[in-house]
């Protein structure tokens, strides 16, 4: 029989019970604060030489799917004249390196590709269940149990940086490696990258290179005209690069 | 109140019982399906952060390779590869930082391995080293001139 002198103690110990209850298992990784983070990557086309390290890199680290890219690498060629229609290939997404280009002159360079991990993600906003999710620390991930594979997302990435799994039938991206940069690693793309023409960037971290690159160099980020809030910044990107 | 007594009043009451057993139902249903964690951080499973922070790491990281192998690193920080991380030649290594004796690392083949980087290509940056590889070396092994941690030829040696 509930008295109302039980009543009393009971509401305020359900009321916080249930603040548990709603949050289900605790975290797994203790020592890691999501707040104290803000995370982003540095891409220096200077110093890329498409070598395809972190596109294997990438692919061993995160068991991606053979033909299947969650970081891959462009060739650009561009004529003097023909700005606006630069020549662009990528054999395999550069997984074995690029041969001889087929072409001579004119400005030639590598750019290194992969999710943006927007600000303002186009992807995470048309998700329909949310397994598309925008996390605390600033990075896009798709919770794979939660993605029912409608697409949506894969044709709201104006990057084109999302694919289907070709088992699994859900959404994937680059996840910053997020199982890395939670545990003090850096990615698998910056740690094979042996030129540092990748950087993996800590906004949050006022000792981070990051903020002394950004006050002193030229960057820019993709298609900045969408307005998604890239945290990709590339250093000295040509405006041929779309 | 008797003047406004509706004719057939019960079948409103029916009505109004049938809505309200299926909004309970709905509920339950609803409270039964979303995930305890859905929206703790955002309109996502919370859960679904910690799961994806959980797999294995298959690169270890150089710092890991740097705590055993400090005499490689004495000679690779000095070196033209200092900025080259173990495993970028190495191959992914978690498994032997983890348990040493488990996995032996295979050497690798620097016929195959030095050109990934190396050979000549337009799109590379002026002022990397390259080379093509079919002319460079007359057929030997990058590694019978250069020692791969610290690749310049020393001042006493004559370039080929």
């Known amino acids: ?242 | 109140m008797h003047l406004t007594k509706f004719k057939d009043a019960e079948h409103l009451v029916r009505l109004a019982g049938a809505f309200a057993i299926v909004l309970v139902l709905f509920l339950l249903i609803r409270a039964h399906f979303i995930p305890k964690s859905f929206g703790q951080y955002g309109h996502y499973r919370g859960n679904a952060l910690a799961e994806l922070s959980s797999k294995p790491v298959i690169y270890a990281g150089h710092n890991a390779c740097e705590e055993c192998h400090s005499d490689v690193l004495d000679v690779k920080k000095v070196g033209k590869h200092a900025g080259v991380n173990c495993e970028a030649c190495h191959g992914p290594l978690a498994k032997h930082a983890e348990d040493p004796g488990s996995v032996v690392p295979q050497l690798p083949d620097t016929a195959v391995l030095c050109v990934r980087c190396h050979e000549e290509n337009i799109a590379k940056p002026k002022g990397f080293p390259q080379v093509v590889g079919a002319q460079h070396s007359s057929g030997e092994v990058c590694k019978t001139c250069h020692q791969p941690h610290s690749p310049l030829l020393s001042p006493g040696e004559k370039k080929s």
């Open chain 1, 1 to 242: 029989m509930i008295t109302r002198r039980k009543l009393i103690v009971l509401l305020p110990a359900a009321a916080l019970a249930w603040k548990y209850v709603l949050a289900g298992t605790p975290e797994t990784a203790p020592n890691y604060n999501r707040s104290e983070h803000w995370w982003g990557m540095l891409l220096d086309i200077d110093k890329c030489i498409g070598c395809g390290n972190c596109v294997r890199a990438c692919s061993t680290e995160n068991n991606v799917p053979d033909g299947y890219f969650r970081t891959w690498v462009e060739r650009y060629h561009v004529a003097g004249w023909e700005q606006e229609t630069p020549q662009v290939d990528s054999p395999s997404g550069g997984i074995k390196g690029f041969p001889p280009s087929r072409f001579e002159g004119g400005k030639n360079f590598f750019v290194p590709k992969m999710c943006n991990h927007c600000v303002d993600s186009p992807c995470t906003q048309v998700c329909p269940v949310g397994a598309t999710l925008h996390t605390p620390d600033g990075v896009v991930l798709v919770d794979e149990t939660y993605c029912l594979g409608c697409r949506y997302c894969i044709q709201a990435c104006p990057y084109g940086c999302r694919f289907l799994h070709p088992t699994k039938h859900t959404a994937e991206k680059c996840s910053l490696c997020y199982h890395r940069i939670t545990k003090g690693l850096t990615t698998a793309c910056c740690e094979n990258c042996p030129t540092g023409a990748r950087q993996l960037a800590d906004l949050k971290n006022p000792d981070d290179p990051i903020h002394e690159f950004l006050r002193t160099h030229s960057v820019q980020v993709l298609k900045p005209h969408l307005a998604t809030g890239a945290k990709a910044y590339y250093h000295d990107l040509d405006g041929s690069v779309r």
